[in-house]
């Protein structure tokens, strides 16, 4: 099993461009999510989906969409893109199932993209 | 509001010497709560959790953690530090009423010396 994997690793972006960050897992988890690290700051939750076609928003969503179209896959979208995003992205996911209980089990992290914007 | 502290920047041990990793919380009810380990440049990795029984819960790499409910403490553990413990370490709690969004506090770097 790869786990999560992100794409890319690295971007740096001009003011105003858009991008997409890739996020797939092969865990065949139902829950995924996308945070951002920012030094001393842990881990700020932007989105989250709890399956296929199904999204909500996290503490932090503005200026981000995403889509979650098969549980494979959950992209972040950057419009208009501003130096506040610079960041390192995480993508995430866990199963949770009601019978076993929400929220305990961990998440499975990918290696991060590390965006930077100039 | 809930949230997860963790009162140090940083901890410095010795490489053989115990090591304590401080994590308290303010979720209502009866959390679940993780611990993570992030190397550089890599994503968070799973250490252990607490879900409910032994207050002493054992984990990945030799470490466990301490669950105290009265003083709402989850503190990370290990008997003997090594170099390669040396990494950012975070708590996390994650409510298990009314949702699953886990809280992550702000991490503590853990510096072992050789």
């Known amino acids: 099993n790869a786990g999560v994997t992100q794409t890319p690793k690295f971007r740096i972006l001009k003011i105003g461009q858009s991008m997409t960050l890739q996020c797939t897992q092969d865990?065949?988890?139902?829950?995924m999510y996308w945070y951002r690290q920012d030094p001393g700051m842990g881990l700020k939750l932007i989105y989250y989906?709890?399956?296929?076609?199904?999204?909500d928003k996290g503490e932090v969503p503005n200026g981000y969409n995403v889509s979650r179209s098969t549980t494979e896959d959950f992209p972040l979208r950057l419009e208009l893109a501003a130096p506040s995003q610079t960041s390192v992205y995480f993508c995430a996911s866990s199963y949770s199932s009601r019978t076993g209980g929400l929220g305990n089990q961990p998440q499975h992290f990918g290696d991060g993209t590390r965006l930077s914007i100039l | 509001a809930q949230s997860v502290a963790q009162p140090e920047d940083q901890v410095n041990v010795a490489e053989g010497n115990p090591l304590t990793v401080k994590c308290t919380y303010s979720v209502s009810g009866n959390p679940y709560l993780f611990w993570y380990v992030q190397y550089p440049n890599r994503g968070l990795q799973f250490l252990l959790k607490y879900i409910t029984g032994d207050n002493l819960v054992k984990g990945s790499y030799g470490f466990e953690a301490e669950f105290n409910k009265s003083q709402t403490s989850f503190h990370l553990k290990k008997p003997s530090a090594l170099v390669s413990d040396s990494a950012l370490y975070f708590c996390?709690?994650?409510?298990?009423?009314?949702?699953?969004?886990?809280?992550f506090g702000a991490g503590t770097r853990l510096f072992v010396k050789a």
């Open positions: 865990m065949n988890h139902n829950y």
């Open positions: 989906s709890v399956g296929a076609g199904i999204t």
């Open positions: 996390a709690v994650s409510p298990n009423t009314g949702g699953f969004k886990t809280i």
